[in-house]
Structure formats: structure tokens, C-alpha cells
Nanobody, 113 residues
């Protein structure tokens, strides 16, 4: 049984920081490309940060330089460090192993201006 359990999120003022984590079980985590998806109100879910099993990362322009994705394969965990948060970062964030049908439960991030 595949499980993706997320922690983190919350309410923060603009300019603040948060860290999300996602711990996976039931998949070969070290071989999985992981992505953090962002779903803002009324918008489609979008992968904003991805990392391959070998640690190669990719970001969309809107978070480049502010968000950092990293992983600990020994702990089957992927993280998203979010700095210099903006109100437009307000969204539910989901972790997702690419190419699978599995999703984390979602973590609400709310950034106040």
C-alpha cells in the first residue's frame, strides 16, 4: 500500500518561510522522481519543483530562487523549503511521485500580506 504523508504548511506573513515534508512508503523512493505540486484557489495543479532520484532539481520561474526541493533517500522523504513567501504562493501543496497515481494528502500554505 502506497502512502505519502505530508507535514508542514500553515499561516505565515509575506517574506516568511515554511518547510514541507513528504514521507513515502510502498514505492521505491530512491528511484522516484518527486514533484511538489501547487494548487491555488481556482487554478489547476502545477508542478513547481521537482527532483530526480539522483538529486537533479527543476523549478518553475515563479519559485526559482525562493523554493528549494531536496530529498533524503535514507528517510524516504522529500522536502520543500519555501523562503521569501508571497501572498500568491497561497495554495495547497501536494507531493507526487511522477508517473504514478499517488498523491499526498495536501498541505495548506497561506501567506498573508
Amino acid at each position: 500500500q502506497v502512502q505519502l504523508v505530508e507535514f508542514g504548511g500553515g499561516l505565515v506573513q509575506a517574506g516568511g518561510s515554511l518547510r514541507l515534508s513528504c514521507t513515502a512508503s510502498g514505492i521505491i523512493f530512491s528511484l522516484s522522481t518527486m514533484c511538489w505540486f501547487q494548487q491555488a484557489p481556482g487554478k489547476q495543479r502545477e508542478c513547481v519543483a521537482g527532483i530526480t532520484g539522483g538529486g537533479i532539481t527543476n523549478y518553475v520561474d515563479s519559485v526559482q530562487g525562493r523554493f528549494t526541493i531536496y530529498r533524503d533517500n535514507a528517510k524516504n522523504t522529500v522536502y520543500l523549503e519555501m523562503n521569501s513567501l508571497k501572498p500568491e504562493d497561497t495554495a495547497v501543496y501536494y507531493c507526487h511521485p511522477m508517473g504514478t497515481r499517488y498523491w499526498g494528502q495536501g498541505a495548506q500554505v497561506t501567506v498573508s500580506s
